[in-house]
């Protein structure tokens, strides 16, 4: 088992230094090489926050309201084994002054096992959904699915038997490297399946979506007006911050929390 010393103190001297990696993924053999050790069969999504999801003529009650959060649920009530972090990897390194640094990552599966003691602690499914909801709370976005580079810098393994739940802040996110990083790494890390992000006529060109709310940059202002880009993930962040409520999350597809589950399962096994 190696060092959760020597781990943390490399991560933190070169988290940084993570961009000028990422770049360094568009040369085709280093490219395939990073692939290969990192992020080989990767599927991994963001989950939109609960309240950026619209109550429409379709879902008339909150109560009745289907939302992404009831995704991890699923997933932490058949999972025998649950593993919440003491610390957030990516804010500890960042020195993160704006979002709590002790709300972790909570991982699932037979390989979670394997994590270093000294990393965090075995939780009940119960203690796992009350993390998950404090989460949320700070206004931290989920982002879930099978992610390589967890199995390998934790080594614990086989990866498809270590479901990831990172708990993302927009300052700090590892992920902000998909703007530099290789598509075919940056096509791992996708929207949630059956939602689209939408910025309507209500938009008034404040530019507050704009400013440090993205993770990928995939909003920025055009003609007075935001505008959305490809690249965008589907966070929902943009819809809360946006004082016009001029953003809209969509919901395109009706079964859209199971087909997110069974597009996980098909990549993890948790039970």
Known sequence: MASPYGIKTLIRRTFAQRFVLARLSH?????????HLLFEGDDIMYLPRDN???VNHRLPAREDLAVPSQVLEYFIQRARYHWVMDFCICRDASHCKSYPV?????FMGEAARDINPKFGRRVTPEDAIAHTRRCREQGLV????????DSV???AGPAHKLLTVCNCCPCCCLWKILPEISPVISGKLTRMPGISVHVTEACVGCGTCARDVCFVEAIHMEDGRAR???EC????RCVT?????AIELRIEDDAFIETTIRRIADAVEVA
């Open 27 to 35: 040369r085709p053999l280093v490219g395939r090489l990073i692939d």
């Open 52 to 54: 950026a999801i619209p």
């Open 102 to 106: 002790d709300l972790g990552c909570l």
């Open 142 to 149: 989920h982002l879930i699915g099978r992610n390589k580079l």
């Open 153 to 155: 810098w934790l080594n």
């Open 228 to 230: 959305i880009g490809p």
């Open 233 to 236: 993930r589907g966070c929902g």
């Open 241 to 245: 911050v946006c004082p016009s409520q």
